[in-house]
């Protein structure tokens, strides 16, 4: 028992993390689970507490042991804070890849370093492969419909070789089948939607206590003011909702967000989604990458969550940014969004799209 590696499973309250523990156990693994507690602001309504006593149960039911994890300043500080201040300045954040890279591995994943754990472990729907020179790899999960490759994209080598994702070869309902026949309260429990640890927020009101949303113009590709909207900064380029526009027409084809004004509060509209042509280049800055790339590479790049990757070529790559080329005609990057950069199923890292 002695010889047993320790790892610290992220149990959340959901189905994901409760096989993970399961399965680990069933492994041979001595598993502790722990529940990451984070920051929420006073005027959202919260149910940690039931998520917690749902976690605790499932440790109870696996006879494992339980503890309880600390993250609120880490999540405050570098999820919420990030999430309010990149709003602010125009650009569009991405809180679930800020919450992996400061709260599940880095203050979890400090948590059980201080504490002994050989590993740690969460349910996201990845996989970690061990290629031929015994180094690890970040792939895509089995589960295409699930894959979360590109909300960890920020891994560093030393993070992976650190991590188990016990579930990511399997599909979600084969999960939840497996939960059941383990008797989990969990089995059926809906999953999470939304931001990080906050789930399903209005944007325009959660940022209305920190940022002040003044209604401003909506404009056409001409200049033209159209309709009116709730605040500039609370739009992002693609979005075709949370404005108004004038025209009653019912046959109207829907409009998207093209442009965007901090300064003179509007928004420019087109019944065009925009777009990056071929040939078009990208800029990542803060980037983390798991192998060497090089110039003149070709990579599948995501700059969404389920988007259908693209491909581009690697036109520079330098400390604190890379350059790509666009091959195909695809939708239109937002500043402050995640790129992710793959070599086929397997995730290399990515950066933030300038």
Same mark, same amino acid.
């Given at each position: 028992?002695?010889?047993?590696?320790?790892?610290?499973?992220? #149990?959340?309250?959901?189905?994901?993390?409760?096989?993970?523990?399961?399965?680990?156990? /069933?492994?041979?693994?001595?598993?502790?689970?722990?529940?990451?507690?984070?920051? *929420?602001? $006073?005027?959202?309504?919260?149910?940690?507490?039931?998520?917690?006593?749902?976690?605790?149960?499932?440790?109870?039911?696996?006879?494992?042991?339980?503890?309880? =994890? &600390?993250?609120?300043?880490?999540?405050?500080?570098?999820?919420?804070?990030?999430?309010?201040?990149?709003?602010?300045?125009?650009?569009?954040?991405?809180?679930? %890849?800020? =919450? +992996?890279?400061?709260?599940?591995?880095?203050?979890?994943?400090?948590?059980?370093? &201080?504490?002994?754990? $050989?590993?740690?472990?969460?349910? @996201?729907? %990845?996989?970690?492969?061990?290629?031929?020179?015994?180094?690890?790899? #970040?792939?895509?999960? %089995?589960?295409?419909?699930?894959?979360?490759?590109?909300?960890?994209?920020?891994?560093?080598?030393?993070?992976?070789?650190?991590?188990?994702?016990?579930?990511?070869?399997?599909?979600?309902?084969?999960?939840?089948?497996?939960?059941?026949?383990?008797? #989990?309260?969990?089995?059926?429990?809906?999953?999470?939607?939304?931001?990080?640890?906050?789930?399903?927020?209005?944007?325009?009101?959660?940022?209305?206590?920190?940022?002040?949303?003044?209604?401003? +113009?909506?404009?056409?590709?001409?200049?033209?003011?159209?309709?009116? @909207?709730?605040?500039?900064?609370?739009?992002?380029?693609?979005?075709? *909702?949370?404005?108004?526009?004038?025209?009653?027409?019912?046959?109207?084809?829907?409009?998207? %967000?093209?442009?965007?004004?901090?300064?003179? /509060?509007?928004?420019?509209?087109?019944?065009?989604?925009?777009?990056?042509?071929?040939? &078009?280049? !990208?800029?990542?800055?803060?980037?983390?990458?798991?192998?060497?790339?090089?110039? /003149?590479?070709? #990579? /599948?790049?995501?700059?969404?969550?389920?988007? !259908?990757?693209?491909?581009?070529?690697?036109?520079?790559?330098?400390? *604190?940014?890379?350059?790509?080329? !666009? *091959?195909?005609?695809?939708?239109? !990057?937002?500043?402050?969004?995640? =790129?992710?950069?793959?070599?086929?199923?397997?995730?290399?890292?990515?950066?933030?799209?300038?």
């Amino acid at each position: 028992m002695k010889n047993q590696p320790t790892v610290f499973v992220g #149990l959340s309250g959901g189905v994901d993390s409760s096989v993970a523990a399961l399965r680990l156990k /069933n492994e041979g693994f001595k598993v502790v689970g722990v529940f990451i507690k984070v920051w *929420h602001p $006073d005027f959202l309504m919260c149910n940690w507490e039931t998520e917690r006593l749902d976690a605790m149960r499932v440790a109870a039911k696996l006879e494992i042991p339980f503890l309880t =994890c &600390d993250a609120e300043a880490a999540y405050r500080d570098a999820v919420a804070h990030y999430f309010i201040e990149e709003y602010r300045v125009g650009r569009t954040p991405n809180p679930d %890849v800020m =919450c +992996n890279k400061a709260v599940k591995f880095g203050a979890f994943m400090q948590f059980a370093r &201080d504490r002994g754990a $050989d590993y740690i472990a969460t349910g @996201h729907y %990845v996989q970690k492969i061990i290629n031929r020179d015994g180094v690890p790899e #970040l792939q895509r999960g %089995v589960d295409t419909s699930k894959d979360q490759s590109y909300f960890l994209w920020t891994l560093t080598p030393e993070q992976l070789a650190y991590s188990l994702f016990p579930v990511g070869d399997t599909t979600k309902d084969s999960i939840r089948d497996e939960a059941s026949a383990a008797g #989990l309260l969990t089995a059926d429990k809906r999953d999470s939607q939304g931001v990080c640890f906050l789930g399903h927020i209005d944007i325009p009101d959660f940022l209305s206590h920190y940022i002040n949303l003044v209604p401003g +113009n909506v404009l056409s590709k001409a200049g033209e003011v159209i309709g009116s @909207h709730q605040g500039a900064f609370v739009y992002t380029l693609g979005q075709r *909702h949370g404005f108004t526009l004038d025209t009653e027409d019912e046959h109207r084809p829907p409009h998207y %967000v093209i442009a965007k004004n901090i300064d003179t /509060n509007t928004i420019t509209v087109s019944d065009t989604a925009p777009h990056l042509a071929s040939s &078009d280049s !990208v800029r990542l800055v803060q980037p983390v990458l798991r192998e060497t790339i090089f110039i /003149n590479q070709s #990579l /599948n790049v995501q700059t969404r969550y389920r988007q !259908v990757p693209f491909t581009a070529t690697v036109t520079d790559v330098g400390e *604190h940014e890379i350059k790509l080329s !666009v *091959h195909e005609e695809t939708e239109e !990057v937002a500043a402050g969004q995640s =790129c992710v950069l793959y070599r086929g199923p397997i995730c290399i890292g990515g950066g933030i799209i300038a």
